[in-house]
C-alpha cells in the first residue's frame, strides 16, 4: 500500500462527543492537507502542513477543530464537541513538496456522520 | 476570494459519445488547474493539470482540456467516452503562489452501455 491511509473508513457519533480522524500520508511527502466535503459539493480546504509545522489553517471552520501532524508524518483531524453539522467526508492528501504545481494525492476519506 | 464554477451537475450519455464539461474559475491572478476524478467506490485522482506552457493539455485515460484565459475557463473533453468513465469530475484552481486547492461542485457523469 503506497497510497495515503485513512482511518476509520467510516464513524458515527452523537453529538457532543470528540472524534479524531487519522491521516497517513505516502512516505516521504512533505505536505499534507485535509479537506471536508459535504454531500453534493467539492471539497473544502481546512488546513495543511509542511513537515510538522501546520502552515495554513484558514479553513478550520471554528475553533473546535484542530490539527497535528507532531512527527511530520501521520496527522490527525480532531472535532470535539461534534454537532450534526460537522457530518461530511474528511479527505486528507499529500504530495512531494509543496509546490503549488504539484499533485496532491487524495486517501479514501472518512465519512462522518454525527447523530 | 477564489470560486470555481462547473456548469453541469449531471451528464448522462451513451457510449462513444463526445464528453465536454465546463470549468470556469474566478481570480485574477495567475492560476494552476486541475481535474479530478471519483470512479465508483475509489479516491480521487487526478486526471490532468495545467500550470504554464500549451494550453491544450492531455491527461491520462484519454482526456484533454483546454485553458482559456480570456474566458478564465479549463474544460474538460473526451472525443469518445466509455462505460467505465463513469464517474464524478472535479475541477479545482489553486493560486500560483500557494498551495491549497479550491474545487468546483462537482459533475457526474453516467456513461450508459
Known amino acids: 500500500g503506497a497510497g495515503v491511509s485513512q482511518s476509520p473508513r467510516y464513524k458515527v457519533t452523537k453529538r457532543g462527543q470528540d472524534v479524531a480522524l487519522r491521516c497517513d500520508p505516502i512516505s516521504g511527502h512533505v505536505s499534507l492537507y485535509w479537506y471536508r466535503q459535504a454531500l453534493g459539493q467539492g471539497p473544502e480546504f481546512l488546513t495543511y502542513?509542511?513537515?510538522?509545522?501546520?502552515?495554513?489553517k484558514s479553513g478550520l471552520p471554528n475553533d473546535r477543530f484542530s490539527a497535528e501532524r507532531p512527527e511530520g508524518s501521520i496527522s490527525t483531524l480532531t472535532i470535539q464537541r461534534t454537532e450534526q453539522r460537522d457530518s461530511a467526508m474528511y479527505r486528507c492528501?499529500?504530495?512531494?513538496?509543496?509546490?503549488?504545481?504539484?499533485?496532491?494525492?487524495f486517501g479514501p476519506g472518512t465519512r462522518l456522520t454525527v447523530l | 476570494a477564489q470560486s470555481v464554477s462547473q456548469h453541469n451537475h449531471h451528464v448522462i450519455l451513451s457510449e462513444a459519445a463526445s464528453l465536454e464539461l465546463g470549468c470556469n474559475y474566478s481570480y485574477g491572478g495567475t492560476v494552476n488547474l486541475f481535474w479530478y476524478v471519483q470512479y465508483p467506490g475509489q479516491h480521487l485522482q487526478l486526471l490532468l493539470k495545467?500550470?504554464?506552457?500549451?494550453?491544450l493539455v492531455k491527461g491520462i485515460k484519454g482526456f484533454e482540456a483546454e485553458f482559456i484565459k480570456s474566458k478564465f475557463s479549463f474544460n474538460l473533453r473526451k472525443p469518445s467516452v466509455q462505460w467505465s468513465d463513469t464517474a464524478e469530475y472535479f475541477c479545482a484552481v489553486n493560486k500560483a503562489a500557494g498551495n491549497k486547492l479550491t474545487f468546483g461542485g462537482g459533475t457526474r457523469v453516467l456513461v450508459k452501455p
Open positions: 502542513f509542511n513537515y510538522e509545522a501546520q502552515q495554513d
Open positions: 495545467y500550470f504554464s506552457g500549451d494550453p
Open positions: 492528501a499529500s504530495s512531494w513538496t509543496s509546490g503549488s504545481t504539484d499533485t496532491q494525492y
